[in-house]
């Protein structure tokens, strides 16, 4: 059975958490509750999963400050961002510091349903992008310094014969590590190499 997607609400104000908390929770959620962000950081299993609702005015670190922290832990969890004192500075900052929504108090339940969901699309997509680098990794990370310089030219779109004339080996070795490329790399096609090669430049 498939695990209920986790959502993290953390909020000082506990009438509006228990609210958000059975909200959610009858929508099918997995949904866990924190009085600030350091409680929610310092109780925080990971890897962590899900997305993450916060309100912006809390003791301790606020909920801008709670987006930086999540960034710099490289954490794959969206952030919609609540607050009383929407404005577009406001709106402009969190955006920039990693929310992908924010909601003015009071909001609509349907509101955040949509905002929630939208967040945990947006998470699964991240994790599975995460997994799918790293496992790009560790597959290109077997290959050898020829067959990294193959796969190189290859991505630049050099054909065996100039690749072969400027490594100084024949085209039927570049055939061979070739092969051996796309073998190790468990790339089903030339563009599925190439794409997986600039997947990881981009990372």
Not at 135 to 151: K, P, Q, Y
Not at 160 to 183: C, D, L, Q, Y
Request: hydrophobic share 45%; aromatic share 4%.
């Amino acid at each position: 059975m498939t695990p209920a997607p986790v959502v993290h609400v953390i909020d000082d104000d506990e009438a509006l958490r228990d609210s958000i908390r059975m909200f959610l929770a009858n929508e099918g959620l997995d949904v866990r509750t924190y009085a600030s962000a350091d409680a929610f950081l310092a109780t925080l299993d990971l890897p962590a999963a899900g997305c993450v609702v916060t309100d912006v005015r809390m003791p301790g670190m606020s909920g801008m400050d709670l987006l930086v922290e999540i960034g710099r832990q490289g954490l794959a969890l969206p952030v919609i961002v609540v607050t009383g004192h929407a404005d577009v500075p406001l709106a402009v900052r969190a955006m920039k510091r990693g929310a992908v929504d924010l909601l003015e108090k009071p909001f609509q339940g349907e509101e955040l349903i949509d905002a929630v969901w939208r967040a945990l699309d947006l998470g699964r997509d991240s994790q599975q992008n995460a997994r799918s680098i790293q496992e790009a990794h560790t597959r290109l990370a077997t290959l050898t310094a020829r067959e990294i310089e193959v796969l190189d030219r290859l991505v630049r779109g050099q054909p065996n014969k100039i690749i072969g004339f400027e490594m100084g080996i024949s085209p039927r070795t570049v055939e061979v590590h070739r092969a051996n490329v796309m073998k190790k790399t468990r790339a089903g096609s030339l563009s599925e190499l190439v794409r997986m090669f600039l997947d990881l430049e981009r990372s």
